[in-house]
C-alpha cells in the first residue's frame, strides 16, 4: 500500500450529528442537487427527489403541524414508503412531536388499539391504506385528523369524527404562509 493515510480523516474534520434532521440538513446544505430518494410512479415511471427538495418538504411539514397544535402530539404514520413517508417522519422526529409508526399489514382491529393505546391524534397514511384505516378509524377515540399522501383527492370517509387533510396541501399551504 502506497499511502494508508490518504484514507485517515482526522477526528477534528468529521462532523458530529445527534438526530436525522441535523443529517438531512447537512446534505442539505453540502449536496442540495443530489438524488435523496427515488420511487416508482405508476408502471413506467419514476420520480426522484434532491436533498434540497425532502429538507424543503420537511421544514414546511414541520411548520404546518406546529401552526395546527401537533407540538408535543403523538403522530402515527400508516403506509408504503415512499419519499412523501420520509418527510413526515422527519417532519415529526424533528422536536415536533413523536412518531408512531403503524405495520400496514395489522388487521384493523390491532391499529385500533396501537392507535388509541398511543393517543394518537393525527395519522399520516397513504391512499392506500386508507381502504384499511377507513375501517378502523370510526372506531379510534384519539384520532383526530388524518394526512394523506400521495393522493390527488381527499377520499370520503364515512362515519368519521377525523379532519381528512392532503399531505401535498398542507405543504404548500405552509410554504406559502412562510412566504408572507
Same mark, same amino acid.
Given at each position: 500500500?502506497?499511502?494508508?493515510?490518504?484514507?485517515?480523516?482526522?477526528?477534528?474534520?468529521?462532523?458530529?450529528?445527534?438526530?436525522?434532521?441535523?443529517?438531512? @440538513?447537512?446534505?442539505?446544505?453540502?449536496?442540495?442537487?443530489?438524488?435523496?430518494?427515488?420511487?416508482?410512479?405508476?408502471?413506467?415511471?419514476?420520480?426522484s427527489f434532491t436533498f434540497a427538495e425532502?429538507?424543503?418538504?420537511?421544514?414546511?411539514?414541520?411548520?404546518?403541524?406546529?401552526?395546527?397544535?401537533?407540538?408535543?402530539?403523538?403522530?402515527?404514520?400508516?403506509?408504503?414508503?415512499?419519499?412523501?413517508?420520509?418527510?413526515?417522519?422527519?417532519?415529526?422526529?424533528?422536536?415536533?412531536?413523536?412518531?408512531?409508526?403503524?405495520?400496514?399489514?395489522?388487521?384493523?382491529?390491532?391499529?385500533?388499539?396501537?392507535?388509541?393505546?398511543?393517543?394518537?391524534?393525527?395519522?399520516?397514511?397513504?391512499?392506500?391504506?386508507?381502504?384499511?384505516?377507513?375501517?378502523?378509524?370510526?372506531? @379510534?377515540?384519539?384520532?383526530?385528523?388524518?394526512?394523506?399522501?400521495?393522493?390527488?383527492?381527499?377520499?370520503?370517509?364515512?362515519?368519521?369524527?377525523?379532519?381528512?387533510?392532503?399531505?401535498?396541501?398542507?405543504?404548500?399551504?405552509?410554504?406559502?404562509?412562510?412566504?408572507?
Open positions: 500500500m502506497k499511502n494508508p493515510d490518504r484514507f485517515y480523516i482526522k477526528p477534528e474534520d468529521v462532523e458530529y450529528f445527534s438526530t436525522l434532521y441535523q443529517i438531512l @440538513c447537512h446534505a442539505a446544505k453540502h449536496y442540495p442537487d443530489k438524488a435523496a430518494y427515488r420511487q416508482i410512479e405508476g408502471r413506467n415511471a419514476e420520480a425532502v429538507a424543503e418538504n420537511t421544514n414546511a411539514l414541520r411548520a404546518a403541524l406546529i401552526e395546527k397544535g401537533m407540538a408535543g402530539k403523538h403522530m402515527a404514520l400508516f403506509g408504503e414508503t415512499s419519499a412523501q413517508w420520509i418527510s413526515s417522519y422527519l417532519a415529526v422526529v424533528s422536536g415536533v412531536g413523536v412518531c408512531v409508526p403503524i405495520d400496514r399489514e395489522l388487521p384493523p382491529e390491532t391499529i385500533i388499539r396501537q392507535l388509541d393505546f398511543a393517543e394518537t391524534e393525527l395519522v399520516f397514511c397513504s391512499a392506500k391504506g386508507l381502504r384499511k384505516l377507513r375501517l378502523a378509524l370510526p372506531e @379510534c377515540k384519539t384520532v383526530k385528523t388524518v394526512v394523506v399522501m400521495r393522493s390527488d383527492s381527499v377520499p370520503e370517509l364515512e362515519n368519521c369524527s377525523a379532519d381528512v387533510i392532503l399531505l401535498d396541501e398542507l405543504i404548500e399551504s405552509a410554504k406559502e404562509f412562510a412566504k408572507i
